[in-house]
């Protein structure tokens, strides 16, 4: 279980074949996976090595986000 | 002044594709450093940061002045790596590489001295002068070196590159600062030990002490020991032996390939009185380095 | 990786040098029957990799074969600096005239390999270079050149042998350089060689330690030895504890969290790296700490691994609490090795606010790394408190 970080993915992100296959090759720690033919998820496993490079959310400024959950509450 | 390098020091990274390498390229960049580009065969043509990639050192020394180059290549190319750079006629060479069986490194060594070419390393961090310059990854990214190495008038020499951060960040807390540091690398042999940069640090008007971060294994401490009594080198030397704990424990290998205890002179409480009687003044706690030190400065 | 004295002999011998007869045994009953092959007296010779074997009863002398029997079996049990033997060496027994002594290691300051030689073998060799200087020679040579033979005659003469003896020593050294350079060894030695009554010259006993780095180059010679190019042998055989830990270093190629040594402690420490390393675990016996373990941290391991570390450290019955210390780190991350601990020590089980008594790592991305140590109330300190402090709270937050 991710206790450290938490990925949000706008859902209009799904619509954007390219997109979410350049989220899955700009991370360098495999956070990201395609599901299906074109649809990113976010892998479980992986999401707390997270190393904060926000490759990812400057390929989806605004669409994606890296939430720190020990900076919340 | 500095000692090694200065502000005008060029040099170039071989193996400058390599993932550690296009980081240190980065972090000597945003530190203002004059990297030229670097070598990695076959990839002649491309850019790391903008700085040019070639396929041999030649390349590179054909048109223009390189006064260093650091190596940051796999073990096993590491030795051709060096002989490379020496035959390209490159004055200084910084080995980063870890885990490089020491036969070669003794080649490129030898050879190195035949020709009159300078080793740091190899498994070392490279060389800063705190506000100059930085050839090699020590101290990280540019933000964190410049909190842990402030300019300043104390000279760091280790065996180990982290403890050169360590032992540096201490003496910027401190207010004393670093003219300039040297992660002399951990291997049993080495390019350049501490008698073979004591000199220049004796020649460095604006180094006023040194402080040495040194463990068990070799005999390193011995050779610095008789520079220091044969020379009659003035500046004071504060230095540090870690590992205590190895004297009771022969045979094992921990940390660096050169610390092991082999016999009764690899260990620290031998190097510790050999250094004491050679007039350094050994830390007995590695925090206590700056306030030795300013008891030896007489401030 | 340091070769027992029966693979150390097959390396010699593979390599056409004289030799007495010898039987590596496992068994008393082999033991036996080397000793009956052999037709005549023999020596047991207990297989360890601790020296003293002599003092410590690990090596015995059988005229008969029940006699080899009786004393193999009485060995094989004899646990010598702890150690059990992997077995026993069954050699004839020699008729010895005058011992000598020949090693080949390497001098960091000469930056070369040097043949350290003596006619004065059998006894510490580093008793003789105090007190007989004049009976041990010197030579360094060239690691760049091939090895050429005069330089082992070089330092057979230098102590004064002349006549058939040089030469037959000669061949011993040279060959012993050879083995030592072509095979990436730190350590070659044969202590002692022996002139036999009859005048023979062989080697007795022999110790080698082959380059931890340089193995996978000599595959075959490890494989031909029954051993792997991986293995890592030092001075004494690895715990499960150790090999657990090494295991999981091995499982993903990002950094290091592993090197770790058992120590019968009750504090866990999670340190690094090299020099750090040694720093911290002096620190916190100086502080009157007893640690658990010593090991390394370094060049920015995934959470996972330092996870892992910190879950198989805190499974040991004896570990109290963890202390999580390192120097200023550079290329190690602060956040990822708390991200890591902190996990560890709650899949474990455990409130990391307890069972943590002090995170001391400052430097990259230390920011992110106090807000997690924030957020989880672990006892943390920065940059400004020294290791030595920092092992100091280590060990007084024991008992909180
Ligand atoms: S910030 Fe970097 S490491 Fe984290 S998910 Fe995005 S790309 Fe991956």
Known sequence: MAMFIRVDIDPSVQEDMQLCQRLVEVCPVDIFETVGESNVATVEENLDECTLCDLCVNEAPGRVHVVKLYREG | MSILVNADTTFIIQGITGREAVTMARECLDYGARLLGGVTPGR???????????????????????????????????????????????????????????????????????????????????????????????????????????????????????????????????????????????????????????????????????????EPGGRAEYELAEYMQRSGSTKPIVAFMAGKFMDEMPGMRFGHAGTIVEGKADTATEKIANLAAAGITVADKVGDIPSLIKQRLGA | MRFYEYESKQILRDAGMPLPKSHFCTTDAEAEQAAADIRGPVVIKSQVLSGGRMKAGGVKFADTPQEARGLAEEILRLRINDLLPVGVLVEEKQDIAQEYYAAVTWDGRAKKPVIIFSDMGGIDIEEVAESH????????????????????????????????????????????????????????????????????????????????????????????????????????????????????????????????????????????????????????????????????????????????????????????????????????????????????????????????????????WEEEGFAILEKYGIPYVDRSVSMDEAARLAVQNMDK
């Not at chain 2, 951060?165 to 807390?173: D, H, R, T």
């Open chain 2, 44 to 214: 002649k043509g491309r850019e790391v940061h903008g700085l040019p990639v070639m396929d041999t050192v030649r390349q590179f020394t054909d048109t223009q002045r390189v006064d260093a180059s650091v190596v940051s290549v796999p073990p096993a190319f590491a030795a051709d790596a060096v002989f490379e750079a020496i035959d390209a006629g490159i004055p200084l060479i910084v080995v980063v590489t870890e885990r490089i069986p020491r036969k070669q490194v003794a080649q490129f060594v030898e050879y190195a001295q035949q020709q009159g070419t300078r080793i740091i390393g190899p498994n070392c961090l490279g060389i800063i002068s705190p506000g100059k310059t930085r050839v090699g990854g020590v101290g990280g990214a540019a933000n964190s070196t410049e909190r842990a190495f402030k300019p300043g008038r104390i000279g760091v020499m280790s065996r180990s590159g982290g403890m050169t951060v360590e032992i540096a960040n201490s003496l910027s807390e401190a207010g004393l600062g670093v003219s300039t540091a040297v992660s002399i690398g951990g291997d049993a042999v080495i390019g350049s030990t501490y008698a073979e940069l004591m000199p220049l640090f004796d020649a460095d008007p604006d180094t006023d002490a040194i402080a040495i971060y040194s």
């Open chain 3, 133 to 364: 200087p004049e009976h041990l020679s010197r030579t360094h040579f060239s690691a760049l050149r091939p090895f050429s033979d005069y330089i082992a005659k070089q330092a057979v003469a230098d102590v004064g042998v002349t006549g058939n003896d040089l030469n037959a020593l000669t061949r011993i050294v040279a060959g012993l350089a050879r083995i030592f350079i072509e095979r990436d060894m730190t350590l070659a030695e044969i202590n002692p060689i022996g002139k036999l009554a009859d005048g023979r010259i062989i080697a007795l006993d022999c110790h080698m330690d082959m380059e931890q780095e340089a193995q996978r180059a000599h595959a075959d010679l490890l494989n031909a030895l029954g051993l792997s190019a991986d293995d890592k042998r030092q001075a004494r055989p690895p715990t499960q504890f150790e090999l657990d830990a090494e295991h999981l270093d091995g499982s993903d190629p990002r950094g290091v969290a592993g090197n770790l040594t058992e120590f019968d402690g009750d504090l866990g420490l999670i340190i690094g790296a090299g020099g750090g390393s040694l720093t911290l675990f002096d620190a916190v016996r100086a502080a009157g700490g007893r640690p658990a373990n010593y090991c390394e941290i370094g060049g920015n391991p995934s959470v996972n691994k330092t996870r892992n570390l910190t879950k198989l450290i805190l499974s040991r019955p004896n570990v109290k609490k963890i202390a999580v210390m390192m120097n200023v780190v550079s290329n190690t991350r602060v956040d990822i090795v708390a991200r890591g601990v902190v996990k560890g020590c709650i899949e474990a089980g455990f409130d990391p606010a307890e069972k943590i008594t002090i995170f001391r790592i400052p430097g990259s």
